[in-house]
């Protein structure tokens, strides 16, 4: 009893003498000052009871902070022989969120004030171990009498800090006891303690940033050792996939976010039962709003750490279909300044290409084959607002009426024959957010032109057998070689999907009006494909260049990198002449060695000949050889017969 008296009388005298002060360290001594100058009352002063609601907001903040120590404290206390021995968890503004010790420990630490929702400040108690702690972010030790309030003279604390290396205080632990029980080596266990808490708050961090990396991509990571899904990790971008837009307020559970509804059956069947999944589509209803993600999940269990959990790897349907575009080659790779020429031609062409980039309205695409449609597709994309989304092209000619539907909408499981029982993404979803470039418009199947016209008026379509409406915002992009007013005329495509598709209407000229471009495509051509082939640069002839000039390109841009390539992979001179070009384009055409260029002296004047070269001209389209020669398409027969051509 003498010593507690000794103890006593000694803190009374450091409060009414100065001099009695000197025993404590410069720090201590400097936050009694302090603490004066507060007008504390020492002998009665408690520490701050904090309101309910404040306190409420206090755990809610500090939830990540108690998660986190609470796995690393209560597997210490539980095996800990001392039922003396406490701990306490501060928040950064000195709150105590738990104490962690015996019921022994608890009852001693409540008759001393020291409880959960108080909070530990200089103004209020004086100085104490997390006032000092917090001030100079360092272990502190206070036993006694060098506590300043008479209420923790009881106790003995050794308070290490919790922070990171960025500066970041989250608060701090200190080991409690009471004081004639003090040891040395506690000040060592709280700040060890403490370093572990910090690792813990330091990986977790990282795997939240990691989680935040794409965007459609996320993580949680749910503790589930004590039964219920607490939550280590929930990813910012979850809660855009899910509508929730609280993203700053901390759930403790993920049954806070995500209700146990009969809608959300397959997804806490998953997190419950710690099914394993890989890329498992589950429909999802948060706060009234439904979503389908993307899931993939994992099980851990640390027992260091005492964790028994999953992690949930979350994508949303729109980043896997980014995704599916990106690597299945659904993306843009020209430019405007990739497009070769300098006709005057060409750059108005270019400079109303730009023009249309800028909006979002839709384009349509004019010339004959090969002028190089999908060149400025992909550049009027690139130009565009949209140039980070998907770019995603269908050529409407090369599937068949059955099948365009599927490719473009995509299907439901088991929608028909030989469809894959997990159903498949069409071209509009793949092209969410960005553009959709449909080639060969003028061949789409007149029924799927009403369709096109529905979806793209509407913003949404169902897929193949399926129910659900998919909404998308996708800018088309339409291209063709047909005339599609003829089409119009002749019932064989739809004027208001004509009208929907043009508003913006962008001829592109054929290469043979454009003057000297040729030679420019024909040089870049020949540097592209000396470089692949690792061969050394070839030049053109002059009576090379004459050539290119004066023929006509049927195919255009097109045949002519055909040719060149056909040249370049075949012979080995280091120049192009006039002769191998004729040598290529006569086997090309593969219809005999009748000089291939139409404007020929050497040109045979017998209809035959002339038959002949027209279809060379035409790439044997009957139409409009027979329309170029004058004559009807069953008058072109007779005489194709007669000849031996067919």
Request: aromatic content about 10%; hydrophobic content about 40%; glycine content about 8%.
């Amino acid at each position: 009893m003498g010593q507690i008296e000794t103890r006593l009388d000694l803190w009374e005298r450091m409060h009414n003498d100065p001099d009695a002060r000197k025993c404590l360290d410069g720090r201590v001594r400097q936050a009694w000052e302090r603490s004066d100058s507060y007008g504390v009352d020492y002998r009665h002063a408690m520490p701050y009871q904090v309101p309910q609601e404040e306190w409420k907001e206090i755990k809610r903040r500090t939830k990540k902070l108690f998660i986190y120590a609470s796995s690393i404290i209560r597997p210490l206390w539980t095996q800990s022989g001392n039922k003396e021995l406490g701990a306490i968890l501060f928040s950064n503004d000195g709150t105590i969120l738990q104490l962690y010790g015996d019921s022994k420990f608890r009852q001693w630490a409540e008759g001393c004030g020291v409880r959960a929702g108080t909070r530990w400040s200089e103004e209020s108690i004086g100085a104490n171990v997390f006032s000092l702690g917090q001030r100079h972010i360092r272990w502190v030790e206070l036993a006694g009498e060098e506590n300043y309030s008479f209420a923790l003279t009881a106790g003995a604390f050794y308070f290490a800090p919790i922070k990171l290396e960025n500066g970041d205080f989250y608060g701090g632990l200190a080991v409690a006891l009471q004081a004639e029980k003090r040891y040395n080596y506690l000040l060592a266990l709280a700040v060890s303690i403490a370093r572990a808490i910090e690792l813990q708050i330091f990986w977790f961090n990282n795997i939240d940033i990691y989680s935040n990396i794409s965007e459609g991509s996320g993580m949680l990571c749910v503790d589930q050792t004590t039964g219920r899904n607490n939550i280590l990790v929930f990813g910012k971008e979850i809660f855009k996939m899910l509508g929730v837009q609280d993203r700053d307020a901390y759930y403790g559970s993920v049954e806070e976010i995500i209700d146990p509804l009969p809608e959300n059956k397959k997804f806490w069947e998953i997190l419950n039962n710690k099914m394993v999944v890989t890329d498992k589509n589950v429909q999802i209803m948060a706060r009234g709003r439904q979503t389908v993600l993307s899931i993939s999940t994992t099980t851990f269990k640390e027992k260091k750490f005492n964790m028994d959990g999953m992690i949930v790897s979350v994508n949303s349907i729109g980043r896997i279909n980014k995704l599916v575009s990106q690597y299945s080659g659904n993306n843009a790779h020209y430019r405007f300044e990739d497009i070769i020429g300098q006709s005057d031609t060409i750059a108005d062409t270019i400079k109303r290409g730009k023009r249309a980039a800028l909006s979002d309205t839709n384009i349509l695409l004019q010339g004959e084959s090969g002028v190089g449609k999908d060149v400025f597709a992909q550049a009027i994309h690139n130009g565009s607002k949209r140039y980070e989304k998907p770019f995603v092209a269908i050529n409407c000619a090369a599937f068949s009426k059955e099948l365009i539907a599927s490719e473009l909408f995509g299907y439901e499981s088991g929608a028909f024959t030989g469809a894959k029982k997990e159903g498949a993404i069409g071209k509009f979803e793949l092209a969410d957010g960005g553009t959709l470039f449909l080639d060969e418009i003028g061949d789409m199947p007149l029924d799927l032109q009403a369709v096109l016209l529905r979806v793209l008026e509407e913003r949404s379509f169902r897929k193949v057998g399926g129910n659900r409406m998919i909404q998308v915002n996708v800018r088309i992009i339409a291209a063709t070689n047909k005339n599609l007013g003829e089409k119009i005329s002749q019932g064989l495509f739809r004027e208001d999907l004509f009208y929907r598709l043009g508003i913006i209407r962008i001829n592109i000229a054929p290469l043979h009006d454009r003057g000297d471009d040729v030679l420019l495509l024909a040089s870049h051509f020949i540097a592209q494909i000396c470089s692949r082939l690792e061969k050394p640069p070839i030049r053109l002839a002059a009576d090379a260049i004459t050539f290119l000039r004066e023929y006509t390109w049927p195919g255009n841009i097109r045949e002519l990198r055909n040719l060149l390539e056909g040249i370049i992979g075949v012979y080995d001179e280091a120049e192009i002449g006039a002769a191998q070009i004729r040598q290529y384009l006569g086997d090309y055409r593969s219809y005999s060695s009748a000089d291939p260029f139409p404007n020929s002296q050497n040109q045979a004047s017998d209809e035959r000949s002339e038959i002949m070269q027209a279809l060379r001209t035409f790439r044997n389209n009957k139409s409009k050889t027979a329309a170029h020669l004058g004559i009807s398409r069953n008058t072109l027969y007779k005489r194709m017969r007669e000849y031996g051509l067919v």
